[in-house]
C-alpha cells in the first residue's frame, strides 16, 4: 500500500488512514446531503410557482409529478442520512478479520466495509466503499489475512486487513 510516509519514513497506520477515509466519506455524504436538499427546493419552488391552467388536468398530473420526484428525493435523502449515521458509529479501530469497519487489501483493490458509496481516492490511492452486504464482503466475511474465497469464477486473496 503506497501511502503517505512521515518524516521518519514509516507509513501511516491503519487507523490514521480509517480516519482519513471516514472524514472523506462524510464529507462526501454532506455533498449528496445539500445536493438533494438543493433538488428538493428547486421541486418546491416549481410546485409554488406553478399556476392553474385552463387545462385542469395538466395542473394536476404536473404537480403530481413534483410530489412523485420530491417523495423519491426525500426517499434518498433519508437513506444517505442513515449511511453519515453509519459512519459517524462505524468502527475505526484495528480489525482481524473481514466486517464492517475493516478496510481490506486485495490483490489491485483496496476496500473500506462501510457504507455503499463507490469509488473515493485517498492520497492518490483508490478506496472502493462498500457495505457489509456486498456480495463480494459475503463472500469473505469472517476471513482473516492470507484467507482466500472465489468470487465470480475468480480466486481472491486477503493480502492485508486493517
Known amino acids: 500500500m503506497n501511502f503517505k510516509q512521515d518524516e ?20 462526501m455524504v454532506q455533498e449528496k446531503m445539500d445536493d438533494l436538499n438543493d433538488q428538493i427546493a428547486a421541486l418546491h419552488e416549481a410546485s409554488q410557482s406553478e399556476t392553474k391552467s385552463s387545462a385542469g388536468d395538466k395542473y ?8 412523485q ?11 444517505i442520512g442513515q449511511w453519515r449515521n453509519k459512519l459517524k458509529k462505524i468502527r475505526i479501530g484495528s480489525i482481524s478479520q473481514v ?4 478496510l481490506i487489501e486485495l490483490s489491485g483493490a483496496l476496500i473500506w466495509v462501510a457504507v455503499p458509496l463507490g ?6 490511492r483508490e478506496i472502493q466503499l ?4 456486498s456480495p463480494l ?4 466475511v469472517s476471513k482473516r489475512e492470507g484467507e482466500g474465497a472465489v468470487f465470480r ?4 486473496e486477503i493480502l492485508k486487513i486493517w
Open 8 to 27: 521518519a519514513g514509516a507509513f501511516e497506520t491503519g487507523l490514521a488512514i480509517k480516519r482519513k477515509l471516514q472524514q472523506a466519506a462524510l464529507a
Open 60 to 67: 394536476e398530473t404536473g404537480r403530481e409529478s413534483i410530489n
Open 69 to 79: 420526484s420530491r417523495s423519491l428525493l426525500e426517499i434518498q435523502l433519508s437513506l
Open 99 to 102: 466486517s464492517e469497519g475493516a
Open 119 to 124: 469509488k473515493l481516492e485517498l492520497e492518490g
Open 130 to 133: 462498500v457495505s457489509e452486504n
Open 137 to 140: 464482503i459475503q463472500v469473505l
Open 153 to 156: 469464477g475468480q480466486q481472491i
